[in-house]
């Protein structure tokens, strides 16, 4: 992804998400099942998590709410707060990969449609724009991302949390 850091605000907006989504795959790139699946906070949060409630974070907001389809017509999960982390035991990280992947493809491609100013409404939190929809998921995507790195350095050095 070429760096970009000026130009219209839609450009930026859809690089930041862009950039945020990459870094929230990044996170889990390389790690093996069981390691993607450890639980080390008391939340339901593992890094395979991550990823999936990002998916399900892109749907809700992009399908469900930008595009308006029903809930059902979603190409997947729409469920939020904890159960949108629960990754079913037959899925693979790298189903789970190409799961958000494909949500965020999606989402690229409905908002592509929508001018940044256009008003939806969300179920729960009410009127809301496309300009708010980038804004919020680049701060979501983002803070989940921080998550996973501490998630992934608790993973790749146990023994540096245990000594502090």
Known sequence: MAKTTTGAERRLLEYMLDRNRAEVVGVVRGLSEADARRRLVTSMTTPIGLLKHAAVAERIWFQHVLAGLPEDE????????DAS?????????????TEFERASERSRAIAADFDL?????????????LRFIYLLLIEDFARHAGHGDILREQIEDPEAFSRR
């Open 74 to 81: 979603c190409d997947g999960g729409t469920t939020p707060g």
């Open 117 to 129: 100013d256009v008003v939806k409404t969300h179920p729960r939190a009410g009127d809301v724009s």
């Open 85 to 97: 982390f629960v990754v079913a035991d037959n899925e693979t990280l790298d189903e789970v990969i």
